[in-house]
């Protein structure tokens, strides 16, 4: 099984890498078009938003899917490593929760001088942007106590 799963991985794992090249090069070497005034832009900057879009939604099912799986054969093996499991998946939940709360949702003004006001697009930029600080500054206070030794047995 350790094998089949192996060779699966190793050909999406090509399959992707062929697929991010061609994207790629349709982006940087098919042309160019001027949306604005002397601004260029390339003509297939929506087809690496797309791959990037469908990228990150594959990772978010994959993740979701593989956290449930392994919660529920942890069930079965060890409940209370299990339960930790989904405290922290309860944490990441309400930390993404007061993110939102904290955001704002004042217009922005973009670069052609329009206004950007859907209320729910700001606040989920701002939670975003909130849950990536928090979880980089836990990170970091984490490596450093981990590197202390504070916790060595």
């Given at each position: 099984m350790a094998?089949?799963t192996?060779?699966?991985?190793?050909?999406?794992?090509y399959v992707l890498?062929?697929?991010?090249?061609?994207?790629?090069?349709l982006?940087?070497?098919v042309?160019?078009?001027n949306?604005?005034?002397?601004y260029?832009a390339?003509?297939?900057?929506?087809?690496?938003?797309?791959?990037m879009y469908a990228?990150?939604?594959v990772?978010?099912?994959?993740?979701?899917?593989?956290?449930l799986?392994?919660?529920?054969?942890g069930?079965?093996?060890?409940?209370?490593?299990?339960?930790?499991?989904?405290?922290?998946?309860?944490?990441f939940i309400?930390?993404?929760?007061?993110?939102?709360?904290?955001?704002?949702?004042?217009?922005?003004?973009?670069?052609?001088?329009t206004e950007?006001?859907?209320?729910?697009?700001?606040?989920?930029?701002?939670?975003?942007l909130?849950?990536?600080?928090?979880?980089?500054?836990?990170?970091?206070?984490?490596?450093?106590?981990?590197?202390s030794?504070i916790?060595?047995?």
């Amino acid at each position: 099984m350790a094998k089949l799963t192996y060779k699966v991985s190793y050909y999406i794992f090509y399959v992707l890498i062929a697929l991010i090249l061609v994207v790629l090069g349709l982006f940087f070497c098919v042309g160019y078009n001027n949306p604005v005034g002397e601004y260029n832009a390339p003509e297939h900057t929506e087809t690496l938003l797309f791959l990037m879009y469908a990228m990150l939604g594959v990772c978010i099912i994959v993740t979701v899917v593989g956290s449930l799986a392994q919660f529920v054969t942890g069930l079965k093996d060890n409940p209370k490593g299990a339960m930790k499991s989904l405290l922290f998946v309860g944490l990441f939940i309400a930390v993404l929760a007061v993110a939102y709360t904290m955001g704002s949702d004042a217009p922005v003004v973009k670069g052609d001088g329009t206004e950007f006001t859907d209320a729910g697009w700001l606040k989920l930029t701002d939670m975003t942007l909130y849950a990536i600080y928090f979880l980089v500054a836990t990170a970091s206070v984490a490596t450093i106590v981990n590197l202390s030794g504070i916790f060595k047995r």
